[in-house]
């Protein structure tokens, strides 16, 4: 009898604390899950890094950082704690912060990171400041890596469409130079051979030394992108697979046909499926952050084929803007507000800024097109997560200092508004600038992340 | 049949130069202002002191003087002494002066402060930052280096930069400027409110109270002024003075009203208290009125 009365207090007791977090929820704390999407090397680690740092030195020593960030008055903000959403992984700022001091850019996510940065801010208001003292501001962030991204439209594919379409993509430009190694690796194969264990990883690591070449390159679309890094739950090693030639993927009977199509349903089973199920669903706000130099260093056709890119992307998302029934009773969830976020922006001049943000603008034209006859929200910014140049003589200059520790002085041409209005025969050659020493101040000096979390917040 | 692609080259658009200095080292973002601080306070003793000192010093020596030349008709006699209150008497006029300048020039920069009305409207629709910067800096120019003014003005300074719109610099000279001044004049004037209401009920006749009433409805426009970043002085603003001599009026008449209540009710120690209490509201409120009007002269200087 004790032991069932002392259940049922346990059971009152977890329900009322439950029921009680539940009202805290409700009254105090205005959450919002945002999902940040970008690209491998689009930037993400560093805004994170970049967005803690001066949320903590604007919180805590009160330095005047983000001023357009008006949600988040100084003045009222109490504290800033950061902690891992249940079942994931803690994002490692300490490591990013250490790696910043050696002058090294943090190492890119090669994992998937879920956080948590809660705000508390002092309540303002003449009759809840005493009925509810302070309110929280939770943002939810999930980072992962961007190659996992490039992979989502493959859900909607089989193997033989996705290895037909990813045989004409490496028939074309850009990749058709970084492809000839592994073309000509097949034309040598013999398909009609049964597959073994050491055939099959001797194709699959040839493909692989191809992806890699492209991503150096900077190939955008590379599928599938999750066998480039270690952190994926994929066991590509034993279950790997590559596009065949279209004779073979047109032969039904062919062994290698058969293996690779099993094995591509279980990356989608086994990985793709789960990743999007856990990892993309529940955001209510997306950031696609968006490297646009990835294209201007090398080549109008680059850029062209991160437009395609981000086109394909945004089938992947759920977007709509539920409504509060729909959202808190039915916990349906969809994106109902977009930021299109052209990073590293401190890496051209002040007065090329209005060009870089037209040719963001034309980049998501493709993407934006997905939001048609839908109540989203969204906007274009253009953001430095770390202002690690200096400007210049001219106005259309700036300064940096590169890996050997050279201060350099970079003079631009305009840069292209559209993708029509540049020359296929011209690029912007990548600057390899090195941390700087002063990057404490250069972070909170950072441009653009008030405007952004403003948007978002709003 | 084996494909060839050339690997491709491209026109760089950019042109590098190596420099022969270092990358320049950038500072911390400024520290937030607490709303919390107080305006800047005259340190040492006022002007106005020193005049009053000196005045009486002068009337004193020329006393001094008078007895010395009754006592004594041998002016030449004493050289040091005559030379000393030829000095005390051109150090008085020097101050009288002095005091006279800064009235002036208060009153000139309040004129001034109140002309250059900075109206954010115009500056949005217009919208070229550049001249918005101008406009803004150049209003910022007329206010007291050391007051919170200043120190807001600092503020929204520092947190300019290059890709902020014209639209974004209007929006942050509201946030970090116009509305943190406001706030803050908002605050001192509650608090001399108190202090006024304060007066009013423990003042003991009307004499002292009005002239209480007066030394604290100075001294509301002249710290709510500071706020602003003006030192005004007493005659820096007439249309001030006006609504603080409407005020006193009204503050007497209040008196005389209580006062013929009081007397109908009769004089036990209740009526007196009903009477204080409602003198001390009634100072309150007024003050509130006197620092409104002036929030509202140097408030539409900001908004235009």
Redesign the interface.
Known sequence: MKNILRTVSEQFGSLLDSGANKLDDWFIKDVHKIAITGLSRSGKSMLFTSLMTTLKYRSEENYNCLPLLKSLPIEFVEGMKLDAIESYELFPIKDHIQSLENQRWPKPTEQLYGFRLTIRLKETGSIKKYLLPHKEIVFEFLDYPGEWITDMPMLNKTFSQWSDSAWAQQMTEPQSYYAQEWHHFTRAFNFDLVPDDDSIACVVNEYRHYLKKSKAGGISLLQPGSFLISGSGFDWEHHGFAPLPTKVTSDLSNPWNKVFSNNYQLFLNQWLKPLKENSFKESDKQIILIDLFEGLNHSKLHLQQLKETLSNLSETFVYGNPSWFSKTVLRNTAIGKVAFVATKSDLIPESQKPQLLSLLQDITEGARAKFEEKDIEFDHFLVSAIQATDSGLSKNSLRYTNLQDEYIEVEFEDIPTSLKSMNRDENFPVLPVKVPKDFLPRILNGRGMDRLFQYLLE | M??????????????????H????????????I??DLDDDKNSGVSLWLWALGLGVLSILSFSVFHAIQTIDSYFNTYPILSSFLGLGLGAFILAIALLIYKEVKGYLDVSQFVDSKVDLKALETLGDRHSTLNKLQNHASLVSKSSYASRCFR?FE??I????SNH?II??YQ??VAEPILKKAEEVLKKESFVSGGLAFISPNTLIQTLLFAWISVRTLKRIARVFGLRPGITGNWKLIRVAAENMAAQSFFDLATDEITNQIGSSLAAKFMENSAEAVAAGALNIRLGKALIQLLNEAKHG
């Open positions: 084996e494909s060839n692609f050339e690997q491709p080259t491209y026109r760089p658009k950019i042109k590098q130069t190596p420099l200095e270092a990358q320049p080292v950038q500072a911390l973002p400024e520290k937030s607490r709303l503020q520092s947190a930069n290059s890709d902020l974004e929006g942050l946030s970090k």
